[in-house]
């Protein structure tokens, strides 16, 4: 091959790579945490080629109790998950991250769905406990899209901090060490939802509470 051929050649790789190189460096995503997200805080990325938008919120009968909202440059294994939760003490739990690969792709704001008040047949006990692994159920009734019936423990550190149970939906079902609302461990364990008889009994959610944390441990 000509001298000038193999100079050429090499000359044109030289470039690419410096092309392709650098636009993953320059790849642009608007970074927040906890805060409200603004549009014009933006970071550059490095090697990473996609951005994410991660919200949470925790509700207590219809207002607002505590909020988690992210912006940021994801890593090569982020993985979209949009859950929802409606448990005992009318206690609502609404969870999003979303994935994107266009530049800036995150910068929109960013919402959780609202739930729909709609029955959906469904019924499941319900209840809600801080540092206690057992809570006495009601029935409660399920609308729009949470159709399972799901058990939830949640721990922080060695702590064990909270036990509930209520409707869910599909995507709630076998979470394991989720992290949620400052940094609690989620797991949680669904069944199928029927309207039919559930666990009700003060022992039954006690076994259930052990069972879950054992299967954590």
């Known amino acids: 091959m000509p001298l000038s051929a193999a100079l050429k050649r090499l000359f044109i790789t030289y470039v690419l790579t410096i092309l392709v190189f650098g636009s993953v460096e320059s790849y642009q ?32 009968s219809g207002e607002l109790l505590q909020s988690v909202e992210e912006k940021g440059c994801a890593s090569s294994s982020c993985v979209p998950l949009d859950f929802s939760a409606s448990l005992g003490n009318n206690q609502t739990f609404g969870y999003k991250h979303q994935c994107c690969q266009d530049e800036l792709c ?8 609202q ?7 469904i019924k499941c006990p319900a209840c809600y406990s801080v540092d206690d692994i057992s809570c006495e159920p009601d029935f409660l009734t399920c609308t729009g899209t949470e159709t399972k019936c799901v058990n939830v423990i949640g721990i922080s550190g060695p702590i064990f901090m909270i036990f509930a149970m209520g409707c869910a939906t599909e995507t709630a079902c076998n979470l ?38 054992k299967a954590l441990l």
């Open 29 to 60: 995503c608007v970074s927040c945490s906890l805060h409200t997200c603004s549009a014009d805080t933006q970071t550059t990325c490095g090697n990473s080629q996609s951005c994410f938008s991660h919200r949470e919120e925790l509700k207590i």
């Open 115 to 121: 739930k729909s008040s709609h029955p959906n047949g």
């Open 176 to 213: 394991k060490n989720i992290s949620i609302l400052n940094n609690i461990k989620l797991h949680t364990y669904c069944v199928e939802g029927n309207g039919g008889p559930r666990v009700t009994s003060f022992m039954s959610s006690i076994l259930t509470g052990f069972f879950l944390l």
């Open 106 to 113: 995150n910068k929109r704001e960013f919402q959780l769905p």
